[in-house]
């Protein structure tokens, strides 16, 4: 006959095992549902290009559509070529979408730099994925990665955010930028994911999908202002004008003085500076923590890159720099970024 002590903790650990049930059942329902609702807006992309003998197949992945008339959202890599001198030019291709439609695409424009491209399929009434904002995000939150692995439509993985702020080199032509903020999952990825969707728990797209940088490590654009931005250039005139410093950063707390006197806790650390660009010139270096530009706060990457319009480019920009326990007052002269 069992003893109170050991019905108690029988009794406990079946508690224990419902929670486990419950919390499984809700993360089900949530990578489901999100799932439902994002899907009919991943299309499957087969790329063309035109070869010798007419069209020839140039590579797959996946897009993500924009508006209800058929603009989509894709990796650069997928419709432009992974390698350099590869032109975007007489790409085109079909787009799948899992309520059967195939439509035909062409390329609207293509930035290599964020690894972005926009599409412009032949149809309407597609259903639009709703935008997030990847600057909310956390490490440790959920987010399901939607397109279409090795050519299998409509594969949903699930993971978390395993950090931000991570920095992912992209090249154009000579030009070499960093892509500032990306976001890193664990969400499983594989070749045919890139240009998909990365969505959080209420299926609004927070990242494109872009690189696979070897197991349990998968790689998403963020969509922020400055992307948002970059996409919108894209849509209305095929291409992105900017402004450039030359330089790589990411985001740092800072240290305790300078949060006394700027009433804040974040600034954009220098780590790389080009050679013979605006940054070098002006005095710049690594491990220098920016915390003004252009008479603007700076606390994350986002609010540098937005400083970068085609506006500034040849206007003298003051920049104020933490450097050790100095402050230091500089200006710089962004230039247009050429490819």
């Known amino acids: 006959m069992a003893t109170t002590a050991e019905r108690d903790k029988h009794e406990r650990d079946g508690e224990a095992e419902q ?3 419950d919390a499984l059942d809700a993360y089900s329902r949530i990578v489901v549902e999100v799932a439902d609702r994002i899907a009919p807006s991943v299309a499957n992309l087969r790329v063309m290009r035109r070869g010798r003998g007419g069209q020839v197949p140039a590579g797959a992945g996946s897009a993500v559509a924009l508006t209800p008339d058929g603009f989509l959202v894709t990796s ?64 440790g939150q959920l987010v399901v990665a939607v397109g279409n692995p090795n050519g299998f439509a409509g594969s949903v993985t699930a993971g978390v955010v395993s950090a931000l702020g991570r920095s992912l080199p992209a090249r154009a032509g000579r030009t070499v930028r960093h892509i500032d903020n990306v976001i890193q999952t664990d969400a499983a990825l594989n070749p045919g994911n890139s240009g998909g969707a990365l969505v959080d728990s209420s299926a609004r797209v927070i990242g494109i999908n872009t690189a696979v940088a070897g197991v349990g490590l998968g790689l998403a ?53 080009s050679p013979g660009g605006p940054a070098q010139r002006a005095g710049l270096q690594g491990e220098d923590l920016i915390v003004e530009m252009g008479g603007e706060s700076i606390e994350r990457v986002d609010d540098v890159q937005r400083l970068m319009s085609q506006d500034a480019i040849g206007r003298p920009m003051p920049i ?15 230039v247009e970024l050429v490819e």
């Open 76 to 139: 650069a890599h997928v419709v432009a070529g992974a390698s350099q001198g590869v032109s975007s030019s007489g790409r085109t291709g079909r787009a799948t979408f899992v309520d059967g439609r195939e439509l035909s695409w062409r390329v609207v424009g293509v930035d290599r730099l964020t690894d972005l491209a926009v599409l412009r399929a032949d149809g309407d009434a597609l259903a639009p994925a709703a935008l997030g904002e990847a600057e909310k995000l956390r490490v």
């Open 19 to 21: 929670r486990e049930a």
């Open 320 to 334: 104020r720099v933490l450097r050790g326990d100095r402050w230091l007052d500089l200006e710089v002269s962004p």
């Open 221 to 273: 654009v963020p969509i922020n202002a400055a992307t948002r931005q970059i996409i919108g250039a894209l849509m209305r005139d095929g291409r992105v004008r900017r402004a450039w410093i030359g330089i790589a950063a990411g985001p740092r707390p800072l240290p305790p003085h300078a949060r006394v006197r700027l009433e804040r806790t974040a600034g954009v650390e220098i780590s790389e500076v």
